[in-house]
C-alpha cells in the first residue's frame, strides 16, 4: 500500500460544530503532516508528528486540535472554526528524515 | 529563515516550445523537491533531487539542482496540454522534517 488516504474528501460545517479530519497511511512512515492551502497558494505547515509525538506546531489556533492515535493514523479534530478556515486540507507522510513527503487527496473543508 | 522564490508565477505557453521554470532558495539546502497540483487535487510527486548536480528526467520533464546557486530549475521540452498544471518546488528545512513550499508557477500550454 503506498497512499495516504484522507476522509471525508468534502465537509460543509457550522461556526459552532465539532468534526474531524481523518488520515491514514500504511506505508510505514513515522512522520506525518497536517498542511492547509487556499485557493492558488501553496500548502502552509500546520503541524507535524513525529513517531507519534507533536513535533511541529506551526502557531496553529486552538480551534484547530491535531491528534496521532498510533503510527498509521492522523486526526485532525475541528472545533468553532471560522469562514475564513474554509480549505483544502492536506495530509501527508514521509519516513523520518530529509525524505519525500506523500500526500493525500485533501479535504475540501467549507465553513458557513 | 527559509525562504524560496519561483519564477515565473505564471506562464502560458505555445503546445512544442520548451521553457524553464526557476526556484531559488534563500539557505543551504541540499534537498529539493518538485510537486505537481491539478486544479482541485492533491500535490504529485515528480522529481526529488538530493545532491549538487542531480539531474533528474522524466517525459517532458527535466529538474536540475545547484546547491551552490541554491537554484534548481524545472525544464519543460516540447510542452504539450497535459502538463497544464501547477508546479510547485519545495525545499527541506535545516531539520528536514519542514517543507517550506515556493508560491508556485500555474502552466498553461496552449494549442
Known amino acids: 500500500d503506498t497512499e495516504v488516504t484522507q476522509t471525508p474528501k468534502h465537509l460543509v460545517m457550522g461556526m459552532t460544530n465539532k468534526k474531524s479530519l481523518k488520515c491514514e497511511q500504511h506505508?510505514?512512515?513515522?512522520?506525518m503532516y497536517w498542511y492547509k492551502q487556499k485557493a492558488k497558494k501553496p500548502p502552509e505547515l500546520m503541524f507535524v508528528?513525529?513517531?507519534?509525538?507533536?513535533?511541529i506546531n506551526e502557531s496553529v489556533p486552538s480551534r484547530f486540535s491535531p491528534e496521532c492515535p498510533n503510527s498509521s493514523l492522523l486526526n485532525l479534530h475541528l472545533h468553532a472554526l471560522q469562514p475564513e478556515d474554509s480549505a483544502l486540507y492536506l495530509c501527508?507522510?514521509?519516513?523520518?528524515?530529509?525524505?519525500?513527503?506523500?500526500f493525500g487527496p485533501g479535504t475540501r473543508l467549507t465553513v458557513t | 529563515e527559509l525562504k524560496v522564490e519561483q519564477n515565473p508565477l505564471f506562464l502560458s505557453m505555445q503546445e512544442g516550445k520548451n521553457y524553464t521554470i526557476y526556484c531559488n532558495y534563500s539557505?543551504?539546502?541540499?534537498?529539493l523537491y518538485w510537486y505537481r497540483q491539478d486544479p482541485g487535487k492533491s500535490l504529485e510527486s515528480l522529481f526529488v533531487l538530493l545532491s549538487n548536480g542531480a539531474v533528474k528526467q522524466e517525459g517532458r520533464l527535466m529538474a536540475s539542482l545547484d546547491t551552490k546557486a541554491r537554484l534548481s530549475t524545472l525544464h519543460i521540452t516540447a510542452a504539450v496540454h497535459d502538463l497544464s498544471a501547477t508546479y510547485f518546488c519545495a525545499v527541506s528545512s535545516e531539520y528536514g522534517n519542514k517543507l517550506v513550499f515556493g508560491a508556485g508557477t500555474i502552466l498553461r500550454v496552449k494549442s
Open positions: 501527508a507522510s514521509s519516513p523520518m528524515g530529509l525524505y519525500e513527503q506523500y
Open positions: 539557505t543551504t539546502s541540499d534537498r
Open positions: 506505508m510505514g512512515h513515522r512522520a
Open positions: 508528528y513525529s513517531y507519534e509525538k507533536l513535533s
